[in-house]
């Protein structure tokens, strides 16, 4: 509680000592152009002679907030010709004509050296890092965690096709280590409609990676990584809506738009998509039983639709904010259960459906208070329900026919209509203040409390194994405070941070199982956990550096591995945190021949020690989630990339080695297993503009998978001719997109797994074959 309170007069003081330094400043705002008529990206915005700058956005944009008075606005840009304007500023926002930067073309040669891309500077920070730029794909039918499962260090194992449980895995470090965020949100607040495999690409404008460390910002108890999808933010008015449908009765549509008034600032945004798939592939040599000839069955029970709608409303660009938005998010989902943890065990009737809403706020002010001082706050309120229907006494097989009855069990165990509602409430506050040019210091409070609440309506007066039926208390916190510094002209940046993770938990009723049958007893507990990091990065010149990283981090149990689901899963209060001490080495080198051929390549070796890794263990009839097992994580990935005019190409590999180092583990020194461990991907891009006509644009892409065999089972514990294996994948994906009118009118054709080729993923679950689909969209800005 100390260290709590200590970081948070740390950020209150350096608000508090600063208000006082408030001048009255004026919102100079407008787009810069180039001479083709093309918004213009990192123009430098400088009020000469004042310490006043601003760089222009993705659409051009920028804002400078400066005393009343007249200036001279200097608009610069490597390969353009300097501008210079003469301005006057009164005591009212003032919003300047779009100003036009003309091609310097005795800079071309400079341009080819010192030009430099937002991925470019992305390279350079300091933390293992990756910025996926997903405008491109907008056209595709493509889900961000396709898009993801592309990227260098990331696997993503799935269940079944659209809607399916998956797992997420960062450099060997897997599912719940990893923590998902939206605009700097956790995911986990979101219901269990928001995920990856859910959410429509162009609702999202980026998507950034962190492989390790987590900087404070963030404010996550993640143990390997973290996934922020950054949602378009800097388009005031547009219009996004786009529909596709394809292969096993799959139709996406998705709805993005935003009004902002010129002069009023007022905003209002609505977001919105619908998913709905039969997911009704085949599965292939599948053997039943009782038979020895295996054959192809379709699956006929993994039915999955969710909808969602989000609307926020509030202002843009005032004094008094940034942004100001009061929002609203109502979300529903239904999905069919096809298999258990692997496809033997086959259901024809488990279902759940469940729903979700959550109100919120967010604020967010740069020069806060005085200048230099950044705020970014947060709070929501959030209600989900989820209802798992399991009352039929069949037993299928994969023909959908009934092999045998079970009068007194459902399909899953015990018959069940379970009902669970959580609660949670959260709120976020980041603070950042540049000290001077070379400094800045930031502060990240997160509070999250929930609570969850389940009970079997189906025998709704048995409750003595259900730990839920009365609700039970889970409150978290995460305080971080960091310092950044620029040394030697930039070349040399460094990031120091400290964090303080706090869990509480008050069970009213836990439920243990012993040899006297079911008790139930309060528990209580209240515990600290600290966290510290550094992050390196120095570059040799503008196109190569070396970066390193350490952090020791905690990630701190959720929900139902605390509290138990009510059902299987017992209740364990006494569950710690898991810990790891991630390390980082990376280096970078940028080079451009002649004719603008530009290649990049990147390459990262890290270190993963990690313990008290949270499982979930069986106990027969009930299972309790324990903290177990120790486990030392080394590996590499690379990641080059080829560009020439319209053409791109890219290609990276990852290699991790995941070793059981638990003395009282059966299976020590083996390489853990169900987790692939050697993986490539591969792509090529040809766009081709108005070929077929002026403002128009053909884009053609193709992609490449490469897993490596990964043992399903501990690779000791069977002989060498029986060791369980996933085998070798090889798949192939392609898309190919038109657009009209500047992207106005889009249409684009997707084919994935093109060969048709038997995919496999987590426990062997097999994955779709060859799909196809197309998607309409319309974009206006």
């Known amino acids: 509680m100390r260290a709590h309170r200590i970081l948070l007069l740390i950020a209150f003081f350096v608000t508090a000592t600063t208000v006082y330094c408030q001048n009255n400043k004026i919102r100079i705002s407008g787009i810069i152009l180039t001479n083709t008529g093309t918004r213009a990206e990192g123009v430098s915005i400088v009020l ?25 606005l200097v608009a610069s840009l490597i390969g353009f010709k300097v501008k210079e304007i003469e301005i006057t500023v009164e005591q009212s926002d003032k919003k300047l004509k779009n100003i036009s930067i003309e091609e310097d073309t005795a800079a071309l040669d400079e341009v080819k050296i010192a030009g430099k891309s937002k991925e470019q500077r992305v390279r350079e920070q300091a933390f293992n890092f990756n910025s996926i730029e997903l405008k491109n794909l907008y056209n595709t039918s493509t889900d961000i965690n396709q898009v993801l499962n592309r990227s260098s260090g990331i696997r993503i194992r799935e269940t079944s096709g659209l809607g399916g449980d998956f797992n997420f895995s960062v450099n060997g470090l897997s599912g719940k280590q990893i923590k998902f965020f939206i605009d700097g949100i956790p995911m986990e607040n979101f219901g269990s409609t928001m995920s990856l495999n859910n959410i429509p690409i162009n609702l999202a404008e980026r998507i950034e990676v962190y492989k390790g460390v987590v900087p404070v910002s963030l404010g996550a108890d993640a143990l390997g990584g973290a996934v922020n999808i950054v949602t378009n933010q800097n388009i005031n008015t547009f219009l996004d809506a786009s529909y596709s449908y394809g292969s096993f009765n799959t139709q996406r549509a998705a709805l993005s738009s935003r009004y902002t008034g010129e002069k009023s600032g007022f905003t209002i945004g609505v977001n919105a ?170 502060f990240n409070y997160n509070l999250s409390n929930s609570t969850r609440k389940g009970i079997n309506y189906y025998n709704p007066n048995n409750q003595d194994s259900n730990a839920l039926d009365v609700p039970n208390k889970l409150n978290k916190s995460i305080a971080g405070l960091g310092w950044e510094n620029q040394a030697f002209n930039d070349r040399l940046s460094t990031s120091v941070f400290v964090k303080n993770y706090r869990l509480h938990t008050y069970i009213r009723e836990a439920v243990f199982y012993n040899a006297t049958g079911y008790e139930k007893e309060e528990s209580e507990l209240t515990d600290n956990y600290f966290g510290y990091g550094t992050a390196l990065r120095y570059k040799f010149s503008d196109n190569s550096g070396i970066k390193a990283s350490f952090e020791h981090t905690y990630r701190i149990p959720e929900v139902e591995e605390l509290l138990g689901d009510g059902i299987n899963i017992l209740a364990n209060p006494k569950l710690k945190p898991e810990s790891s001490d991630n390390f980082n080495l990376g280096a970078y080198y940028k080079f451009i021949l002649q004719d603008y051929h530009t290649v990049s390549i990147e390459a990262n070796g890290f270190i993963r020690k990690a313990q008290d890794f949270i499982l979930l263990l069986p106990g027969g009839i009930f299972s309790t989630y324990s903290n177990v097992g120790k486990v030392d994580i080394t590996g590499v990935d690379t990641d080059i990339k080829y560009h020439f005019k319209s053409f791109n190409a890219s290609l990276n590999a990852s290699y991790n080695n995941s070793i059981n180092r638990d003395k009282a583990s059966s299976a020590y020194q083996d390489r853990i297993p169900n987790q692939p461990w050697l993986f490539a991907n591969g792509s090529i891009g040809y766009g081709k503009e108005n070929w077929l006509g002026k403002n128009t644009k053909i884009q053609f892409d193709w992609y490449s998978q490469y897993i490596h065999w990964f043992y399903l089972t501990w690779p000791s514990k069977a002989f060498e001719a029986g060791k369980s294996r996933i085998p070798t994948q090889f798949i192939q994906n392609a898309s190919i997109s038109y657009s009209l009118k500047n992207g106005t009118y889009n249409i684009a054709l997707d084919c994935t797994n093109i060969f048709d080729a038997e995919a496999y993923d987590n426990y062997k679950l097999q994955k779709a074959g060859r799909a196809f689909y197309i998607k309409f969209r319309y974009f206006i800005k």
């Open 273 to 442: 998509f619908y998913n709905y798939s039969d997911n009704n592939y085949i599965m292939k040599n599948v053997t039943l039983s009782g038979q020895s000839t295996p054959g192809n069955f379709k699956r006929f029970n993994d039915g999955f639709e969710s909808s969602m709608v989000q609307v926020e409303t509030g202002f843009r660009n005032r004094k008094w904010a940034d942004i100001f938005l009061i929002g609203f998010n109502y979300a529903d989902r239904y999905k069919e259960r096809q298999t258990g943890a692997t496809q033997e065990n086959v259901f024809g009737e488990v279902h759940s459906k469940g729903d979700f809403i959550l109100p919120s706020v967010k604020y967010k002010k740069d020069n806060f208070l005085t200048d230099g001082l950044s705020a970014n706050l947060y709070a929501s309120y959030g209600i989900d329900k989820n209802t798992t229907t399991d009352l039929s006494t069949n037993k299928y097989d994969w023909n959908g026919e009934v092999i045998d009855t079970h009068p007194n069990f459902g399909e899953q165990g015990s018959f069940q209509i379970f009902k669970y509602e959580n609660k949670s409430a959260i709120a976020r506050a980041n603070f950042g203040y540049k000290l001077n040019e070379n400094n800045a210091l930031s």
């Open 48 to 72: 000469k002679g004042t310490p006043y700058t601003a760089l222009t956005n993705a659409d051009g944009e920028y804002i400078i907030t400066a005393p009343s008075g007249k200036y001279i």
